[in-house]
């Protein structure tokens, strides 16, 4: 899997859009970049993903550069419930042609978004 | 739907005891995976399966046994516990390992303690 590159931290006003950016200069063609969170204490969850085109959805938007080889997460209106620790990871298809699914969990952004 | 569930929540072992962590999922998932995570750091893949009676190691697996004989249950076992293996442990589930449909569903968490 390609590895990932992120900001160890990020501040942002509440009512703010939220950029988070990662660099994956390593992926591969038929890998994925997915985002995930997690706030203190809790579980990963699931946040978006995309292969090559931009992606929107209720949480959040997923730009990827035409290149592939950084993407950047938006928040549109950062609220104090958005402070988590960000992940973004790319994952999909191994050498061999087949996945087993494993995500590489970086360090990841710690977002902060203030009042 | 429950999604995934773990338990206990929270376990203080004694070094050299034995427990086994508790991982059930009501998504009808095929692949499901054991995380654990030590204080600051990111998630590291402990084992995975791709279906019921097919396990396979991840990154640390050294000190950890697992099973998979239905497809809602896969069961973490330790068998000789260390200090080593304080830890916060995530179970995770997707529907597959392949792309679009490698998005894992995080279970609660089980906080574990050897002391």
């Known amino acids: 899997d390609a590895k990932t590159t992120q900001p160890t931290s990020m501040d942002c006003a509440e009512g703010r859009a939220a950029n988070l950016p990662c660099n994956h200069s390593t992926i591969s063609g038929n890998e994925y970049v997915y985002w995930y969170r997690q706030i203190h204490s809790q579980g990963p969850q699931y946040i978006i993903h995309g292969l090559k085109n931009n992606e929107t959805n209720e949480m959040a938007s997923l730009i990827i550069t035409e290149d592939r080889k950084s993407s950047t997460l938006i928040l549109p209106h950062a609220t104090l419930r958005d402070t988590a620790v960000y992940y973004c990871i790319v994952g999909g298809v191994n050498a061999g042609g087949t996945s087993y699914g494993k995500l590489t969990f970086g360090q990841g952004t710690i977002l902060t978004v203030h009042p | 739907n429950a999604g995934v569930t773990q338990t206990p929540k929270f376990r203080i072992l004694k070094i050299g005891q034995s427990m086994t962590l508790q991982c059930t999922q009501d998504?009808?998932?095929?692949?499901m995976y054991w995380y654990r995570q030590d204080p600051g750091m990111g998630l590291k893949l402990i084992y995975y399966s791709v279906g019921a009676g097919i396990t396979d190691k991840g990154e640390v697996p050294n000190g950890y046994n697992v099973s998979r004989s239905t497809t809602e249950d896969f069961p973490l076992r330790l068998e000789l516990a260390a200090p080593s293996q304080t830890s916060v442990y995530f179970c995770a589930s997707s529907y597959s390992g392949l792309g679009e449909e490698e998005t894992q569903y995080f279970g609660p968490g089980t906080r574990l303690l050897v002391l």
């Open positions: 998504m009808n998932h095929n692949y």
